[in-house]
Every structure is written in C-alpha cells, then in structure tokens.
C-alpha cells in the first residue's frame, strides 16, 4: 500500500502514560502511520519470564502479578474509560494468576509463551485507548489473526505465505478506516497456542507486517535518537548514524547490536521497505535511516558487541589429515539444533562459539551434546566470553586493518579472531570483565 507506515514503539516508549501519550503524538502527526506494533510496557517481559519459569513459590506469583497490574493501573488511571480498563486488565490478570499456578506446578514451554504474551496484550489495549483520547480513531488488533507460526515455542518461525494472506484479507481493509494497534512479539500455532518470537522479537514482528502490507516504510521508535557507532551505554563518545545500508545494519544487528532484533532487516530487504530507527521521546532530532544503498560506505562503520558467548574446542590427533571429521561434529550439533556462530581451525583441533540467548536460563551446550562429542574427540567448553565485531565496508582489501583493529588493544586477551567470510566484519571474542572497555578503546580508534 502506497503511503503506509508501520510504526513500532518499543518497551521504554510505552514504558508509562506520558510515554504512551508521545508515541501517539508521533502517530497523530504523520497520517501515513496506519499500523501500530508495540511492545510490552519496559519491565513486563521480564516479570513474565520469571513467572513462567517452573516451581515459582506462589507468594512470589503474587508479588510479580501485582507489580504487573501497578504499571498498567498506572496508565489506565490517566484514561477517562480507567472503570471499564481495570474491569478488562483484571479478568486479564486473574487469567495470568490461573496460568502462572499450573506453569509452577507442571511446566510447559507452550504455557510459558502464553504468559509471555500478556505485557504485549496489556500495552496493545492501553495504547490503543490513549491514541482515542488524543481523538485518533484506532482499535486493537489480535496479532494471533495474521501471524501464524510453528510451534517451536520461545523461538516460533513465522509462516509468511499465511502471513501475507491473512494480512490482505483480515486487515488491508480496516487500515482505510481506523488506525490498527497490534502487539509484537508473539504469534500463534496450528494448533491454536500462542507463541513468542523470541526477546526483542518485536521489531521483527513489525517488519513482517511491513512487509506483508507492502508498507512504503517502517518507523522503529526506540530510546535513543537512531543507530550509533556502537551502544552509546558502553561509550559516550558514540554518535548516531544519519544513513546506513541493509546490509551494514543487519550486520550489527547480527553481531549484537541489541537496537534492532537479528532478523529486522531481512523482510525489509525482501521488500526494499526503508527502516527510519528514531527516539519517541526526542523525535525532532531525526534518526537513522536504513536503506538499501547509501551514499557513503566507510571502512569502519561501528562496534557491535554481544555477549555471554561460548566457545568449544574439539581437539582429535584423528583429524590430522582424515576426512569426514567435521561432518561428524556438525551432524551432532545440528541434532540438538544448534546454530554455530564463528569458526576457527588448526590441524587437529576446531573452535566453535555458540550465541547464548539473553534469557535462556541453561547453557546451550548441555551434558548431552558434550557426551556426543566426547565419543569422537576431546571436548572444552568455556564461558564468559563477548564477540566483538567490527562493521564496516570492503575490509577485506582494507590494507593494514590489522594494527588499526589491534593496535590500541594489546592489552587485552584476544581469542579467536574470524575475518574473510565476508568483507564487512571482523570478529574475536574477549573477556566478558574486558568488553566494555576493549569497545571502548577500539571505538576511540576507530571513530574518534
Ligand atoms: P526497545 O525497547 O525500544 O526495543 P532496546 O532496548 O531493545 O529498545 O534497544 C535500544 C537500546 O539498544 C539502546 O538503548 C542502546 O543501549 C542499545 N544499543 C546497542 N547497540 C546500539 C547501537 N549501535 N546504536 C544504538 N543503540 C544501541
Ligand atoms: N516484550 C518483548 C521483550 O521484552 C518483545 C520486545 O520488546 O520486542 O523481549
Ligand atoms: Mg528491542
């Protein structure tokens, strides 16, 4: 649809009512802004996460409940429906209450996501409300309509053909009328059970609608006025990025970048949809604009950094010029579906590391995957490392990229350096204590 932007606000936007009530000025003011994503209030998702974790002692379900019902109380009391809000955000409540007893009881991944679904349902119905009191005409759309998924719960891949189908049918035609509110982050199986995409799934959920509307663009609205050089929590000195590539932006999202969840950009790209990453509480100030091509490609564009990284290293004297070594030790990880991140190799021994999702409350690399490993080669598994990545721009044919990179950076302890597979990153792991400052000093270097 020509002219129609997807907006998506994120927790900290919808965080309170004053918060809510300037994210639906940004909506009121631009009339392309037809389909509205938002995320559960800030704080929500993580109250939920631990309610749905299995033997949470019920004065502790209590506790969480009630935190969650202040902080939509707070935002219903602002609204001149507050009578009939808390009447719905109660029976909503005590539907949690229920879940939450049964989760603790017997645990089930399936009840877990549908806990987590909660924050988004709760800031969908509010912010809907404060859009009408701003005289905006807009309603609350079930996202569990259009977005159907598997059922691998926690992680749901979404199903894009439906999607787009139910997308025409179920919405196009309301977009005319009024503007839809609708929740991120969560979706719902074959089987009629509610799902999540995973943490920060949110801006993924608002580029799949993007694109299954043929938006002309997607506004994600956050806390900082754009894309930085690198988190500007970890460096003051870090400055937004006026324009940025699909391809650089999906890279630092990749890499940890925790402004945009992984998997943004590749339905914006299917599309070719323009991505404008801006701050609802300064939206004067502009943001970042991610497109397909801009017009300046530096060498270094930023630092992205994750964390709680692990790596393995599989060492067998059998690999000395054997074959099939590999095949092995990939078949047993992809059995346990895990995605390799980096590699390294030397002649008889391999070094993997293995993205550890914020959230997930057991290392990846369990027992089990360590005793399968163990029946072909010695196995080392360590923790408390980051991934430090460089984003850039033909880094591969960037002479003297080595001592600029680690130069400033002798101190410190680098593991596993990774460069070649694609001109635009180069990647190592240091220290979790060093991250920070590793970020740092390298950014000093690079951009300052
Ligand atoms: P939201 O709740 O709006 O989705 P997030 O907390 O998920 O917001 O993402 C915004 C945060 O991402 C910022 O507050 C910032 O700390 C962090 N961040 C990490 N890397 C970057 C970067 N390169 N540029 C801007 N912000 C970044
Ligand atoms: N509310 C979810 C989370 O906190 C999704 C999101 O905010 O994007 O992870
Ligand atoms: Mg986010």
């Known amino acids: 649809m020509s002219n129609l932007t997807v907006a998506k606000f994120g927790g900290t936007s919808v965080a309170n009512f004053e918060a809510m009530q ?14 509205v994503v938002v995320s559960a209030s800030a704080g929500v998702t993580n109250h939920l996460v631990r309610l749905g974790q299995e033997n949470v002692a019920l004065h502790e379900q209590l506790e969480i409940v009630q935190s969650i019902k202040t902080i939509q109380y707070a935002i219903a009391q602002h609204l001149s ?3 009939a809000l808390s009447v719905v955000i109660d029976g909503k409540l005590s539907e949690l209450t229920a879940i939450a007893q049964l989760q603790s009881e017997q645990y089930s991944a399936k009840n877990a996501d549908e806990i987590l679904s909660f924050g988004e349902q709760f800031s969908s119905l509010l912010f809907t409300e404060v ?46 009328e009024q503007v839809i509110v609708t929740q991120g982050f969560i979706g719902q199986d074959g089987l009629g059970h509610t ?43 870090a400055r937004a990025i006026p324009e940025i590539s699909f391809g650089e ?19 914006a790209m299917r599309q070719n949809i323009p991505v404008f990453v801006g701050s609802s509480k300064e939206p004067e100030k502009g943001g970042t604009l991610i497109q397909q091509s801009v017009e300046s490609n530096p060498t270094y564009r930023s630092i992205a950094l994750r964390r709680e990284q692990t790596l393995v290293t599989v060492r067998s004297p059998a690999m000395l010029h054997a074959s099939g070594f590999l095949a092995k030790v990939f078949a047993i990880l992809a059995k346990h579906e895990l995605s390799v991140d980096l590699i390294t190799t030397s002649e008889i021994s ?30 080392t598994v360590e923790h408390g490392l980051s991934l430090v990545a460089v ?13 600029s990179v680690f130069d400033k950076i002798n101190d410190f302890n680098i593991r596993m350096i990774c460069h ?29």
């Open 391 to 403: 984003i850039g721009n033909n880094l591969h044919a960037t002479k003297g990229l080595g001592r």
């Open 195 to 237: 799902t999540t995409l995973g943490r920060g799934g949110s801006d993924y959920s608002a580029a799949l609608l993007a694109e299954a509307l043929d938006a002309s663009n997607l506004a994600i609205w956050t806390d900082v006025v754009g894309i930085f050089t690198t988190d500007p929590r970890i460096t003051d000195q």
């Open 131 to 176: 859009l009408n009191s701003l005289g905006v005409n807009a309603c609350c759309f079930d996202v569990k309509q259009v977005m159907k998924t598997n059922s691998l719960y926690g992680k749901a891949v979404v199903d894009n053909e439906a999607l787009k189908v139910n997308a025409v049918e179920k919405l196009a035609a309301k977009l005319n």
């Open 249 to 267: 932006a999906a890279e630092m999202a990749t890499f940890g970048a925790k402004i945009l969840h992984p998997a943004t950009l590749i339905p």
């Open 22 to 35: 300037r994210c639906a000025n940004i909506i009121k003011n631009d009339l392309s802004n037809r389909v």
């Open 350 to 379: 391999v070094a993997l590391t293995f993205d550890n999702p914020t959230g997930s409350t057991q290392s990846l690399i369990n027992s089990s995957v360590v005793e399968e490993l163990e029946q072909l080669c010695e196995v």
């Open 81 to 83: 429906n507050k009578d």
């Open 420 to 448: 070649g597979a694609s001109s635009n990153n180069l990647c190592f792991l240091v220290p979790e204590n060093d991250a920070n400052v590793v970020v740092e000093q390298l950014h000093n270097t690079l951009f300052v």
